[in-house]
Structure formats: structure tokens, C-alpha cells
């Protein structure tokens, strides 16, 4: 598939979410838009492709998943030199104020509670990368 409005490279996605439905979701979505997408299942996984110089544009990041929270994730990768400025969006069931605060602390683009539409988190990821 070619993208003319990228260039002709598919932004790159990394999708970490331990509901296999919830990211097979979100995985669809954003595949029937202009992106690729890695979907893990948890946080250690996410991690371990985030230390990788693999091009990532984009992360989306469960918080509540085995191995290493979304919010450790975040933290985490903010102390990679490479990704210090890779957008981050968390995702969560549970939309704690302390969660929030600490995600937007450690530079979270935004912070999405479940469930969510698809249709407004690929236009929230669209609107990101426009900007
Ligand atoms: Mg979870």
C-alpha cells in the first residue's frame, strides 16, 4: 500500500494492550488508516521493542498490563535518548486522577479511558501528527 500523504513510509504504531480484543480493535482501526502497527501484550515486550531503533512514531499504552505497567513504560522510555520526544497516548479502564496526573507529568500526549471510540483515537492520532 502506498501513502502519498507520508511520503510513501506508514507511520509505525506500537500498540501494548493485555486485552488481546481491545488491541485487535485498535489494531483495525489504525490499519485502515495510514499506519502499521505492532500490537505486544504487555509491558515488558513494549519495552524491549522501544529500547530496538526500530523508527517508532507513535506509542498507545495500556496501563494496566503483566511485567511492567503502561506507566513504568512511560517513564521508561522517556529515559531512552531516541524517544524522548515519541508521542504517547495511555489508555485505561480505570481513568484514576493519580494516573493521570503521573502520565501527563512523565509527558503523555494524552490520556484516554475505556471504552473509547476507535473513530475518535484515530482522529486524535491523525490531529498528533498533523500538528
Ligand atoms: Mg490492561
Known amino acids: 500500500m502506498t501513502d502519498s500523504a507520508t511520503g510513501g513510509t506508514q507511520r509505525h504504531i506500537l500498540v501494548a494492550d ?9 489494531q483495525l482501526k489504525l490499519e485502515r488508516g495510514p ?11 513494549a519495552l524491549e521493542l522501544l529500547h530496538s531503533q526500530d523508527p517508532i512514531d507513535l506509542v498507545l499504552l495500556d496501563i494496566m498490563m503483566p511485567y511492567v505497567s503502561g506507566l513504568d513504560v512511560l517513564e521508561k522510555t522517556r529515559q531512552l535518548e531516541h524517544r524522548q520526544a515519541t508521542p504517547v497516548i495511555m489508555l485505561t479502564a ?8 503521573r502520565a501527563f507529568e512523565l509527558g503523555a500526549a494524552d490520556f484516554l479511558t475505556k471504552p473509547f471510540s476507535p473513530n475518535k483515537l484515530l482522529a486524535r492520532i491523525d490531529e498528533l501528527f498533523e500538528v
Open 35 to 45: 499506519y502499521r502497527v505492532t500490537l505486544v501484550s504487555d509491558g515488558q515486550i
Open 18 to 26: 493485555d486485552e488481546p480484543h481491545i488491541g485487535r480493535i485498535i
Open 94 to 101: 480505570k481513568g484514576h486522577d493519580a494516573d493521570r496526573s
